[in-house]
């Protein structure tokens, strides 16, 4: 087969590696791509949002599925892009139609979607520029701290968590009337807080059965102990040392199987992966949002410990034939740290060069912000690499990383030295 991987992060180098492990795959492209992806397939330069040079790309190359690795092509209907074109209708796209990506695209469609079919969430309620004020009301009723969501899609940052009710006020308007985050946050959700702790279960449907993949936990603040600013994920650790059979139970009971059943009777074609971010509050789970495709950093967890042919996985999820597929996992852990440009999440320099990374033998590198220039790996985002290492226990797979981190250098690189305090 010849398979299509759209995006160009760690997460997209993570599904092209394990992709080129398969026997089926004849030639694998990757659009935009990396330094990393370039190393095992074809690199084209176009965006995976201008779906008219996807379909040329597709059309040209034989391509004969699609793996959508971010959400903006998602929401933006890639998936029903290929349905509604006679030439592209019978390719598989991995990754939800633009009905489906509502769950990610708006908190409140997701938040409708939760209380529609019992799934347990934190409570809410939604304002716009016209209701600021019974949005300052709102505030009022809650306890500190308050949770601000930008309803659309903020690349990861559209999440505010503020203790103070002023603050809390003051970010409410320049979300809803300073447009602080744009299009994103002309409607804002505020919600109560859960306190516990946090973890990420994946879903692979087909639209009428499912697999549940490895649970991880990712590190999204930028400051050791989880200080300072919301980043895309600073590292990761598969699975979660909490998540007990008990309570693995829980969330599929509660959670996956009313979600899997609730994307049915809405009838929301689906197939795809459903990323869950849960909490675990007094040992029950809570859903904090959805996401309709993998995580990043934590595919670089989760997918090193699947065993199976991931091609296999997909053609089962386009045939919905997901129920035909056993599982198998790696019983190790599987542990990532984030290596980042000085500055990020806020402004940073790109085009720094790398050094050191033919040193590195223990790990898994896997390439997110990188590019080749002059037959040199430089950074070109703010988060560059996620190093990857296995081991029995996490702490040992963490030190691995490391040992592996130790041996890299670009100007102003910075990682967590971190990952995995709380475990």
């Known amino acids: 087969m010849n398979i299509l991987v759209l995006g160009s992060g760690g997460r997209e180098h993570t599904f092209a590696w394990k992709l080129a492990q398969s026997k089926k795959i004849n030639k694998l492209f990757v659009a935009p791509g990396n330094a990393g992806t370039a190393a095992i397939a074809t690199n084209v330069n176009i ?44 390719i598989p796209v991995i990754g939800p139609a633009k009905k489906g990506a509502q769950l990610e695209g708006s908190k409140e469609f997701a938040k409708q979607f939760m209380a529609k079919h019992n799934i347990p969430t934190a409570a809410y309620q939604s304002f716009t520029a016209q209701t600021v004020e019974a949005g300052y009301a709102f505030l009022e009723t809650l306890n500190s701290p308050y949770v601000l969501k930008a309803d659309g899609l903020a690349a990861g940052k559209g999440v505010l968590i503020i203790n103070d009710l002023n603050e809390a006020k003051a970010e409410l308007k320049s979300m809803l009337v300073d447009a602080k985050f744009g299009d994103a946050s002309s409607k804002v959700v505020i919600e109560e807080f859960l306190s516990g702790i946090e973890l990420s279960v994946f879903v692979l449907t087909d639209g009428k059965n499912y697999i549940t993949l490895p649970t ?65 509050v007094n040992d029950n789970p809570y859903v904090i949002e959805y996401n309709v495709r993998m995580g990043d950093p934590e595919t670089e967890v989760v997918l090193p410990r699947v065993k199976n042919d991931l091609v296999e996985l997909f ?15 790696d019983e190790r852990y599987a542990t990532t740290v984030v290596v980042v440009s000085g500055g990020y999440p806020e402004a940073y320099e790109k085009g720094k060069e790398m050094s050191g990374l033919e040193n590195i033998g223990e790990s898994i590198v896997f390439h997110a912000g990188t590019k080749y220039d002059n037959g040199k790996v430089v950074t070109n985002g703010g988060r560059v690499l996620a190093i990857t290492s296995y081991e029995e ?13 130790e041996k890299l250098n670009f100007d102003k690189m910075y990682y967590r030295k971190d990952i995995g305090f709380d475990l």
């Open 315 to 329: 053609e089962a999820t386009a045939g919905q034939n997901l129920n035909t597929i056993k599982l198998e996992i």
């Open 393 to 405: 226990d996490f702490r040992e797979a963490l030190k691995k990383s490391y040992r592996s981190i």
């Open 47 to 90: 965006s995976a949002t201008n779906f008219n040079a996807v379909k040329e790309l597709v059309l040209k190359e034989n391509i004969n599925m699609v793996v959508v690795g971010p959400e903006d092509p998602l929401v933006q209907g890639i998936h029903d892009f290929f349905l509604e074109d006679n030439q592209l209708k019978n």
């Open 216 to 280: 991880a936990k990712d590190y999204k603040r930028i400051g050791e102990k989880d200080t300072g600013l919301n980043t895309g994920g600073m590292g990761a650790v598969s699975p979660v040392p909490f998540a007990d059979e008990v309570f693995m139970n829980k969330i599929e009971e509660r959670i996956v199987k009313p979600t899997v059943k609730g994307l049915q009777e809405d009838n929301i074609p689906y197939k795809g992966f459903v990323f869950i971010g849960l909490i675990k």
